[in-house]
């Protein structure tokens, strides 16, 4: 019913700058929170920095100061600027929503994109 659709991972060296964006279509009325989330091999999966819809912020203190979170609530977009990157930020990110379908549903439901890769290394 609702897809994440994440784009703009990629290579890059360290120092540089990627930007990462994520929509959400289907059926939604409501998203509640949106953010961005990482995997880096053999580690599990950690919180990079998410944005609740009345615009509060939350970030990973490995990423405060590099990356801004941003959104689009009219659009369910979601995007993460990522600058100064480092090697250590290398892992698959994934788009994060939590969603109501229709105005009458008892609870929001978790979805996730497909992930996109971001590698930095020179």
């Known amino acids: 019913q609702v897809q994440l659709v994440e784009s703009g991972g990629g290579l890059v060296q360290p120092g540089g700058s990627l930007r990462l964006s994520c929509a959400a279509s289907?059926?939604?009325?409501?998203?509640?929170?949106m953010g961005w989330y990482r995997q880096a091999p053999g580690k599990e999966r950690e919180l990079v920095a998410r944005?609740?819809?009345?615009?509060?912020?939350d970030y990973a203190d490995s990423v405060k100061g590099r990356f801004t979170i941003s959104r689009d609530n009219r659009k369910n977009t979601v995007d993460l600027q990522m600058n100064s990157l480092k090697p250590e930020d290398t892992a698959v990110y994934y788009c994060?929503?939590?969603?109501?379908?229709?105005?009458?549903?008892?609870?929001?439901?978790?979805?996730w994109g497909q992930g996109t890769l971001v590698t930095v290394s020179s």
């Open positions: 994060h929503a939590d969603v109501k379908y229709y105005w009458w549903s008892p609870a929001y439901v978790d979805h």
């Open positions: 289907g059926t939604i009325s409501t998203i509640n929170v």
């Open positions: 944005i609740i819809s009345g615009s509060d912020e």
